[in-house]
């Protein structure tokens, strides 16, 4: 069965490898930290809340107190495929991509008692590119080219975390993060013209900054589960740390390197969520999330004033579950539905404006046999920004997928 | 339906919606939307910047000792840009007569006519059109020539290496008094003078020179030495193209023709380079005289990106001449060439350049701006890529480049004068760089 359930994983992947379009995000990623990669599953996505799974067959991540209850080893990844339509004042640009934010593994060291896990978890990206018509004079020539601008990388965490499940519905978890990551920002100026045959007269001028990140963050999380789990809520905290950055400012061609260290100093983050059984199968849930990035700081120069465009970072979502049966003969209806509302503010400004970003989702899954793991899929929609206060404006649509696996290895 | 066929229809299911949201979409092209929320710049972009101070110059006198004066292709008659020749031509007359030609045919009464043959490089016979002020057409004649021959007092010396003065003769034997514009001049001698010399059995040499009222003009011949043929206008098989008696017989058929045991230019007015870029500098091929320079970089801001850097020198179109001529810019270690003034070998030469770029078919009557694009060579200066300081060479497109595959920059005298540090503003040598800059790049290190 196991090789079967691998088998049947081939046509996603091989489709999620082969339709691999320009990966770009939204422009609002060329300013401050970047995105907040959603690194939710497709089962969270879809209902709106994941900090407090106490599944054993369907463990979450999110809150790693969740794999107290771990019986099987369990792989997790999930993918997303995303189309954004990207709108300025001037300016209208489609986008696909895909993306695959994380990858977790739990192992249950005393089942329903004690688990470790790790992974690699993106949580905060930024790919984004330009091209502008631009002029120059110099000497006696008019010269007419393009301004290329890209701003591409990543931070991730790498989590080493152990769960452990507590008398009286408690389950606790602590997790050392290590935090890795580059970014890379590039800007190309091409002078086309004048040109000698296919010779630019002027050679294109570049420059590439490159950051690389290194540091250790941690997380503190537990879950509540009183009486018979009707009602559970959980919370993490991870709290403040720095982040190591090492940066390169390179001038194409110039074998001079501008070679500077610093300390990114990343706000604490605190992390919430509940949910109640109402009747039958339906659940009702959400999560919550804050990080002040007021209290950012990092490198500061002429081009990087970010500190007065720092704002609060927080989320809602809140959703509703029609959980899993397995009632004979029932067909579809045996299987979970889920929607979601979310609502997003982004640690940082743009346009004088912060950033706010809604969106909706519904999802469902399915079961691998004998509940040896889950595929969950999540479709979304979401708007970022606002033309009229940010300038920019950003409808999302999102199918995330996520698989995963359970297996009995010892 | 079984659980299996229900999870493998979910699964071709999403696979589908996957394949219908991602594949064969594709993102827009990368446009203006988001430009303007860039962070990072480049602090500098095209600036402009001329460099004009030399600091080191030398004018390259370069031979080839494989092909010494006395064997060069080609022969000059004339005056042209403070430049002045005439030919030298040794006959031995002892090795005249033959099967063919025995000596009872070298009578007054058998010989019809006797005439002194050169053969003139296409080049020079032709009618040339030129265009100056863009669409004007200026039409340059051959040179006419008034041809004098005289009569050495002695053969010249053929081991002369370097330009000769011309040595004592006796009066003209031969004035052409109308001047001549032809390709192949045959100038007619007396026949009772060309057998007095037959019948000495010496070697006598001649002095040919460019008489009054000859157009001024630097013309080039064939020389016996000469193998490029296609500089020729088309000959027949057996011509000698080097200078050369005709003897028509008048009972023969065929021409007795008499090659040169040895033929030179004598150059013996020859305008020497400057060696302060201050008078001027000057480029010549045919007698090769290169050139070698090192600007002040000094103003430049260090680690500037060099978006274009080009040497441009003016020329002096009324004083340069010659055929269209590649030029080669080179990179050149200053400890190689010193102020003010460098003789060396080409062998020597090719070993102290580094080839930069080459500018083909440059006219020297019509090109005013010559520019080298030298961006790299600025480049790796800013870099600090050399141990030492290299500067700048301008010489023709020796063979040693493994380009030319046309006549070797000794076979054509050309000449191109270039303004000096003195000259006007515009006129100038300078070097010319764009440049960008980033500021943050010299906070470190390389």
Redesign the interface.
Known sequence: MMRLRWRMLLPMVQVVLVAIPAAAQTPFVMQNIGQRVETDDARMVARGFGMTVTDSLHPGFKNLASLSSLRHVAIAFTVYGEKTENTSLDADRELYRTFTPEIRVGLPVIKNRLALTAGFSVFRSSHYDTEKDAAWTVWDDEVTGVEQYSREGSLFNVPLGVALRLPLGFSVSGATNIVGGTLTEATANWYFEPSSGRNFIYQPSSRKDEERYSGTSYTLGGIWSPGKGRLRVGASWSPAHDIDVERTVELQGVAQRGRTEYVMHMPEEYRAGAQLRLFGRWTVGGDARYQDFREFTGLVTSERNWDSNMDQEYEYTVGLERTRANERRRGWSNLPLRMSVAYRRWGYAIGGAPIDQRTMSVGTGFPFGHDLGQLDLALSWGKIGELAKNGYESDVWRLTVSVIGLEKWW | ?T??T???T???V??L???G???G???????????D??????DT????LSMETITQFSALDVTDPEVPYGSLQTLYLGTQGGNTSSMLVNFDFGDVFSDEFPEELFTSENIQTVNFSLTMLDFYGNKRFTTSDGDTLEVIEPVGIHYWISVLDAPFDTTSTAPVAIPPHGLAIFQDQEGNRGKEPLLPLDKNLFLQWVASGEIIGFLIEAGPGSDPGLVGYAARELTFYSQLEAIGAGTVVAPDFVVNFVSEEVNYQMPPMADISTFHELRTAPTDPVDGMMFRTGLRSYLALLFDLSDLP???????AALRVMSEPDSSFGTLTTLQISEMDSLDFTNPATSMTVDELDRALEPTATLSSVDPYQVEIIEFNV?DYV?RR????YTGRRGLAITADEAFFGANFGVPPDFYFNVFRLFGTNAPDSLLPQL?I?Y???D???????
């Open positions: 339906m659980r299996t229900v999870i493998l979910a699964l071709m999403c696979a919606v996957f394949a949201l991602l594949a979409c594709t993102s827009d092209l990368p446009n203006e939307l988001g430009h929320l860039g962070i990072i710049t480049m972009v095209l600036a402009p260090a680690n500037s990106y060099i978006n274009r961006t480049q800013i870099n600090n890529v010319r764009t960008s800059l980033v943050e790049v010299n906070g470190g290190t390389p």
